[in-house]
């Protein structure tokens, strides 16, 4: 119980758009036999951003452990690594890391995308240093970072982007992804979020205000090769890996339809995957923080890095329904 309201409480940090501070937090106090690594460089002589904080045993591991990997949100231009959510996975037999990326002020796409490659390649490169079994790596992440956690799971192995960072002999694949709201289609995105009447996206589009439009720097819905180059739902096949999607139908910043359409494709190519709506809530909230839904999480992991026999399926809606917010 107290692992869940800890893995709670830290996942509360993550469900607000505006709630990413860019600035470095003081770093975590770590449970006994573990250390930390930070700031490390997974690109050799590269941009500054592009670091990762891992912790993992004080004493090498008789056996590998699964390695679960968090990708922060924050629009593509901002946010921090220093909010690690998976921390109090430890004690459950992980190994856990928090990866940086270039912001898109600094380098548009393919660049986000290319670095949380490179930083795959480099985590498998250090697999022994760091405990890690490098056959059982997850990767999670919310809003931007849910989008980049996706393209991580459908784009890899495919060297749809050039690889950057060395580790070239190294796979940029992962074996489980837990995508929280993030985009995934940013040809449709546009249509979806005006074909939805119970909710305004608050975007004004293809401006600068419009943290898609600065990513690609092209015409969100208009500019269809570069639109599909970065959304994940483009490389979609059998060989992905498993997906459990968490998604609110009340979000004014990524429209519920995105989380949907991944969910289609991905069981039209094969793959199993889990898309848990939930009624009511917006670009985070209460919801996301019920222990049915952190039970959920927990166990898809589990079933997929460490094969814990676990059934992962929807849950109801009666069991992650709120109030709907009402629309300003």
């Known amino acids: 119980m107290r692992t869940s309201l800890r893995f709670a409480a830290a996942l509360a940090l993550l469900f607000c758009w505006s709630g990413f501070a860019a600035a470095q937090k003081a770093r975590p106090n770590l449970p006994k036999g573990f250390v930390g690594e930070y700031d490390v460089k997974y690109v050799p002589d590269g941009d500054a951003a592009q670091a990762l904080d891992i912790v993992y045993p004080e004493t090498p591991s008789d056996k590998p452990l699964p390695l679960l990997v968090w990708i922060h949100g924050g629009g593509w231009s901002g946010g921090s690594k220093s909010e690690m959510p998976y921390l109090s996975q430890l004690a459950r037999g992980y190994v856990v890391c928090s990866v940086e990326y270039r912001f898109s002020q600094k380098a548009i796409f393919p660049a986000q995308i290319q670095d949380c490659q490179a930083a795959i390649r480099f985590l498998r490169a250090n697999a022994k240093k760091y405990s890690i079994d490098p056959e059982k790596i997850g990767v999670g992440g919310a809003s931007a970072g849910g989008h980049l956690a996706a393209l991580v799971g459908t784009s890899g192995g495919k060297k749809a982007f050039p690889a950057i960072g060395g580790n070239e002999d190294q796979s940029d694949r992962v074996q489980a992804v837990c995508d929280i709201f993030g985009p995934t289609d940013f040809y449709t995105v546009i249509k979806q979020a005006e074909a939805d009447k119970n909710v305004k996206n608050i975007f004004k589009w293809n401006t600068d205000g419009d943290p898609y439009h ?81 039970k959920l999480a927990t166990s898809f992991f589990d079933k997929h890095l460490k094969g814990v026999d676990a059934k992962i399926e929807a849950l109801p809606e009666s069991e992650v329904s709120i109030k709907p917010a009402t629309p300003k």
């Open 214 to 294: 600065k990513l690609i720097a092209a015409k969100v819905g208009e500019d269809k090769e570069k639109c599909e180059a970065v959304s994940p739902v483009k490389y979609v096949s059998k060989d992905n890996p498993p997906f459990l999607i968490l998604h609110g139908d009340h979000d004014t910043l990524v429209p519920y339809a995105q989380s949907e359409e991944l969910q289609e494709l991905l069981g039209k190519a094969g793959v199993e995957s889990t898309l848990q709506k939930l009624p009511g809530a917006g670009h985070g909230g209460a919801s996301f923080l019920l222990p049915g839904v952190i």
